[in-house]
């Protein structure tokens, strides 16, 4: 693709026009019942939605951008609303029911709006008798002369309560942005002193030296090291490990394939299994601890693991099928050294300590995001890492979570989120079906998009399903949160799907058809799963 002068190829200058058009796309648009703030809002959640597709910033420089213009634009110390007051005043009583109001008033659905209290309004309808200029005669048995009116249902602060600019800049502290550093931190010192190589070599001992038996260890090492780990980090390292076995095999053994493919795979369930592993963990948790559906560190386990096995012992049955070895055995050779410096040791205990507090949440009730506060003070206090390691920190992936917890915060408040569900009758699809629909529109979306926007954009809609009440009593908030994450994580599809498949295909042993045709696979049988667990295993444990 050519390059535009500025640098950016042809699909970048496009999604950058694309995007500055989405924001202002809602004030040439009648959205009817939308507020303006809504319409702020929806500008801002276009934008983002298409940055995000078409990368013309940095995917955490949306990001950022998310986090300014809500500030701007929708916080209360913003100069949108600064000193804004909601203009009211009383109705006139002409005669017993019959009332002079403001044309402005009278908004296009014949309901005047009444201020019940400070910043909040409430329609009532009303019978139009005369138009006259500046003034409507209306007639209503619930208006009162003692009881303020709207006089200008355009105002910017009709059905729009702006919050304080903190709750917008509060996200880059949010608890679940506190719980990710912590492993990011714990991380980035296991791969400084050797710990995660160290971890590979004690735990692919036990496998011997059977082809079926070394992929089946690779990908359970790989998935548990990503559960705790970056799946991206976790990718790179076992990449290294798998790079030697498949020089053993002859040239056009198509068993490489597999190898090679049991990486990104085993990568991307592994992280399902725990808050830190994924970033779309996070985000879910993150909108659910919002409305009262908090789940602890212990009772996620206990939620994704079942599921996490199955996949993995399906996902190596199916590479064993598509991909089978044609040698007996194979020579491993993992050298490596445990490291047994004072200040390998520090960490050796600090990540004990750590897993150890997490997984036992429900026992002390300490929460996990404080609990990932261990590694962080403890790490740099004993200068296990120093401030070149906090700096090599991926910075940019907690900015991209800030940003998509932000961009949920003003959906919610400006009240665009039920906006964008009211149009549809989800009432009438079913909850079992709805389930499905997300489902399979995350697994669709995290192919193409990061899964970590996926599930940024879609928590949102799913949240204002629970709040608008429209699925009724069968509607299970935390159930539908957590098939929102796992789907996102079983879209592996593409090289561009997830890090983990873009750095098992730079290796040039994967062929895109090949990762393709086992995507689909396990994303088909995922969905199926995921809804089987949804209706039958989630709702048992997280009640």
């Known amino acids: ?268 369930i592994g992280g399902i299994t725990t808050p830190i592993g994924t970033p779309p963990n996070a985000i879910v948790i993150a909108a659910l601890t919002d409305y009262g559906k908090s789940i602890s560190f212990t009772d996620w386990i206990i939620v994704a693991a079942p599921l996490v096995i199955i996949m993995l012992l399906f996902a190596w049955w199916l590479l064993l099928v598509l991909f089978p070895p044609s040698v007996d055995r194979f020579k491993l050779d993992i050298k490596g050294k445990l490291n047994t410096k004072p200040k390998a040791i520090g960490l050796y205990v600090i990540f004990a300590a750590t897993v150890l507090l997490w997984i036992t949440e429900n026992q002390h009730g300490i929460p996990s995001s404080m609990v990932a506060f261990l590694p962080v003070a403890a790490l740099v206090t004993g200068s296990i890492l120093n401030k070149n390691d906090i700096r090599n920190l991926p910075w940019d992936v907690l900015w991209l979570m800030a940003g998509g917890i932000s961009l949920g915060i003003g959906m919610d408040k400006t009240g665009l989120a039920v906006w964008m569900i009211s149009g549809f009758d989800w009432g009438a699809m079913g909850y079992i079906t709805l389930i499905l629909v997300f489902a399979l529109v995350a697994v669709a979306m995290s192919n193409f998009l990061s899964n970590t926007v996926t599930a940024t954009l879609m928590m949102p809609l799913v949240i204002s399903l629970h709040t608008s009440g429209v699925m009724g009593d069968s509607f299970n908030l935390l159930v539908t949160g957590i098939v929102i994450a796992v789907a996102c994580s079983l879209a592996m599809a593409l090289p561009i799907s997830t890090p983990p498949n873009a750095i098992a295909m730079s290796t040039g042993i994967i062929r895109t058809k090949d990762m393709a045709r086992i995507g689909v696979i396990i994303g088909t049988v995922g969905v199926m799963l995921i809804l089987a667990y949804a209706v039958f295993y989630w709702p048992l444990v997280t009640n």
Request: glycine share 8%; hydrophobic share 50%.
């Open 1 to 268: 693709m050519k390059s535009g002068s500025s640098g950016l190829t042809t699909v970048q200058i496009t999604g950058l026009f694309l995007g500055i058009f989405g924001l202002i796309l809602p004030f040439l648009l009648p959205l009817g019942t939308l507020s303006f703030a809504g319409q702020i809002g929806l500008g801002i959640f276009l934008m983002a939605a298409i940055f995000w597709m078409f990368e013309p910033i940095p995917i955490y420089a949306t990001s950022m951008l998310v986090i300014f213009l809500q500030i701007l634009l929708l916080s209360a110390q913003g100069p949108m609303y600064m000193d804004a007051e909601l203009p009211s005043g009383e109705p006139v009583e002409l005669q017993e029911n019959t009332w002079q109001i403001p044309t402005n008033a009278l908004k296009d659905d014949n309901t005047v709006l009444v201020v019940t209290e400070p910043g909040k309004t409430e329609p009532v309808r009303v019978d139009v008798v005369e138009r006259n200029g500046r003034h409507v005669i209306v007639h209503s048995e619930e208006l009162s002369a003692d009881q303020p009116i709207v006089t200008d249902t355009g105002h910017r602060l009709v059905n729009y309560q702006p919050n304080s600019y903190t709750d917008y800049l509060g996200t880059l502290a949010n608890p679940i942005i506190i719980l990710f550093l912590g492993g990011f931190m714990l991380a980035g010192a296991s791969v400084k002193y050797n710990l995660d190589k160290n971890l590979t070599r004690y735990l692919l001992s036990p496998f011997g030296s059977k082809p079926r038996f070394i992929i089946l260890g690779l990908m359970l090492v790989t998935a548990a090291l990503s559960a705790f780990m970056s799946n991206t980090a976790t990718a790179a390292m076992m990449v290294t490990v798998i790079l030697p076995i498949i020089a053993q095999l002859e040239p056009g053994d198509r068993f490489k394939f597999g190898l090679a493919l049991s990486v990104p795979i085993a990568a991307n």
